[in-house]
Nanobody
Framework: QVQLVEFGGGLVQAGGSLRLSCAAS????????MGWFRQAPGKEREFVAA????????NYEDSVKGRFTISKDNAKNTVYLQMNSLKPEDTAVYYC?????????????????WGQGTQVTVSS
């Protein structure tokens, strides 16, 4: 099993940047593909980005391509989501999750372990 805790959310103006971190304990993140999801009020949880076991393969939702970057540091047992050029529509609770599948996993049901989420608010 793995326990996940997200850090780094906050309030930022449109066009700004934030870096989210997801610290894992228990089994290391090198055993899992890791993903970031987000959920805005009244909306379903949606896929944002994923990275493979090794970190060699990544996958992004179309609206964040070129703005967000997912990375992982297996030695630190941490996954990151660098978010640049933030827009008000990026406002949501962001969740880190672990999957036994690869970076092509984009559905919440494909992920086994979840963090508690961190709020990101982008003001216009």
């Amino acid at each position: 099993q793995v326990q996940l805790v997200e850090f780094g959310g906050g309030l930022v103006q449109a066009g700004g940047s934030l870096r989210l971190s997801c610290a894992a304990s228990g089994r290391t993140v090198s055993y899992y593909a890791m993903g970031w999801f987000r959920q805005a009020p009244g909306k379903e949880r949606e896929f944002v980005a994923a990275i493979s076991y090794s970190g060699g393969s990544t996958n992004y939702e179309d609206s964040v391509k070129g703005r967000f970057t997912i990375s992982k540091d297996n030695a630190k047992n941490t996954v990151y989501l660098q978010m640049n050029s933030l827009k008000p529509e990026d406002t949501a609770v962001y969740y880190c999750a672990a999957s036994s599948l690869g970076a092509t996993a984009t559905l919440p049901r494909q992920y086994t372990y979840w963090g508690q989420g961190t709020q990101v608010t982008v003001s216009s």
